[in-house]
């Protein structure tokens, strides 16, 4: 079955090596131990607000806790869409 | 299992049992009786009755049984119910639209409403079924 989400992420290995349950992780930002169960297993993508609490509890940086591994379409001008200037 | 999940599948469970129930009687005996204009009328209250102690003993139960868990949710839980409600308002719209198709073929009101109550039953028992798929695939 296809993963609903691309993001991938290193929580698993980063809370443990913090010494954390999926409990506390969940406690300190505020969602279920489910929660981050599916956060862990790649069958749901928190929200950015998550993502960052996640990040600072974690005391790394977000791109160190989540990578998206697909292509971004860059635009004909060579500049990413919504880019102005 | 979150408590979310939990409480889906219970009120799942308990509105198709109790409206497998309603409809083995209305399309059985009650639909070839001569009076069941009111007899589906003092079934539907003995239904809505029966759905609501049923509900709450269960959810009573759930509840001090799995304490911490009591009314918690998160924005996992409110993302999954709002998909689920979402896809349970196509199936609403559809049985609607079924029983409008009825009223203007000057069907019989007991068939229009057999056709709403299957609607909204239908509608709330595919949101349910959605979510715990969502909760166990994915969402």
């Not at chain 1, 993001?7 to 279920?32: C, F, K, P």
């Not at chain 2, 959810?59 to 001090?64: N, P, R």
């Not at chain 2, 009223?103 to 028992?125: K, P, R």
Request: net charge positive; charged share 15%.
């Amino acid at each position: 079955m296809a993963r609903p989400t691309q993001v991938t992420n290193r929580i698993t290995e980063l809370r443990v090596a913090a010494g954390m349950s999926q409990a506390e992780l969940g406690d300190l930002i505020g969602v279920t131990r489910q929660t981050v169960n599916a956060i862990e297993g790649g069958k749901y993508s928190p929200s950015l607000e998550a993502a960052f609490k996640i990040a600072r509890v974690l005391n790394v940086s977000l791109e160190d806790v989540f990578q998206y591994p697909g292509q971004i379409p860059v635009a004909r001008s060579g500049k990413r869409p919504g880019h102005a200037g | 299992m979150t408590f979310q999940e939990k409480s889906t599948l219970t009120m799942t469970a308990i509105l198709v049992a109790v409206f497998g129930w309603y409809f083995t009687l209305v399309l059985g005996p009650i639909a070839g009786s001569p009076a069941r204009e009111v007899a589906y009328t003092g079934l539907m209250v003995a239904v809505v009755v029966l759905l609501v102690i049923l509900a709450g003993v269960s959810h009573a139960a759930l509840a001090i049984v799995f304490r911490s868990q009591a009314n918690v949710d998160d924005e996992r839980d409110r993302s999954i119910a709002l998909r689920s409600g979402r896809v349970a308002g196509y199936v609403l719209v559809t049985g609607v639209c079924a029983g409008i198709g009825l009223a203007m073929m000057q069907s019989d009101t007991f068939w229009i409403a057999q056709a709403l109550i299957g609607a909204l039953v239908v509608a709330e028992v595919t949101e349910g079924v959605t979510k715990l798929v969502l909760y166990r695939r994915g969402a």
